[in-house]
């Protein structure tokens, strides 16, 4: 248990449907990230929240839409998704000291028909 | 932009050593991690290193950081079946602006009875 959790677990959208992701973390970290992992890929960086600003937005579709209303909680707001999309989507935490340690939830399996 | 590779695949005995390689490319990184990631669940952080270090040992875990070369190895001492996971790189600076790391395709370690 690392203190960041992640719901659903698991989900399945078509194509045409609108759901959300949801992260939260307790541990009083000030940054917060959503990657999305792939098979024999690398994890890729969606978004970066810093003070519950957005400090990174790597060139993903905008049918990402990501909210951080405090500092606890991390949204990834999904629509008209396509089955490319298909992943495991982790969402992390990081704290102010030094060594810059994030710490993961137990991701998202999302399945997209 | 940055990049971190790793090998895909690695199996061993049970009770041999376990040598897992990273290469990166970013010379201003400060910190060097490895985290693992068991089935069904995120990533932890197993260890790090500092860049000015070359070498870190804690319990089973030995790192070792060829700052030249830009190689990063992690060995896991006398392996046990618990130790099947898929283990990534990463490197970053957490002091930067967008606190990012930069994570490699994760190597999947299996270990054999």
């Known amino acids: 248990e690392t203190g960041v959790t992640q719901t659903p677990r698991h989900l399945v959208m078509g194509m045409t449907n609108k759901k959300s992701l949801k992260c939260e973390q307790h541990l009083g970290h000030n940054a917060m990230y959503w990657y999305k992992q792939s098979a024999k890929k690398p994890l890729e960086l969606m978004f970066v929240?810093?003070?519950?600003?957005?400090?990174e937005n790597n060139s993903v579709p905008s049918r990402f839409s990501p909210e951080c209303p405090n500092s606890s909680h991390l949204f990834l707001h999904l629509h008209t998704l396509q089955p490319e999309d298909s992943a495991l989507y982790l969402c992390?935490?990081?704290?102010?000291?030094?060594?810059?340690?994030?710490?993961f939830g137990p991701g998202t399996r999302l399945t997209v028909l | 932009g940055e990049d971190v590779e790793q090998s895909l695949f690695l199996s061993v005995r049970e009770g041999d050593s376990s040598v897992i390689n990273c290469t990166y490319t970013d010379s201003s990184s400060t910190y060097l991690y490895w985290y693992k990631q068991e089935p069904g669940a995120g990533l932890q952080l197993l260890t790090y290193?500092?860049?000015?270090?070359d070498m870190k040992q804690d319990q089973r875990l030995t790192v070792l950081l060829n700052k030249k070369d830009k190689h990063l190895s992690l060995r896991i001492a006398d392996t046990q079946t618990g130790d099947s996971a898929i283990y990534f790189c990463?490197?970053?600076?957490?002091?930067?602006?967008?606190?990012?790391?930069?994570f490699g395709s994760g190597t999947q370690l299996t270990v054999l009875p």
């Open positions: 290193i500092f860049s000015n270090m």
């Open positions: 929240y810093s003070l519950e600003e957005r400090v």
């Open positions: 992390a935490s990081q704290g102010v000291g030094p060594r810059g340690e994030q710490f």
């Open positions: 990463a490197e970053g600076d957490p002091s930067g602006s967008a606190r990012q790391l930069t």
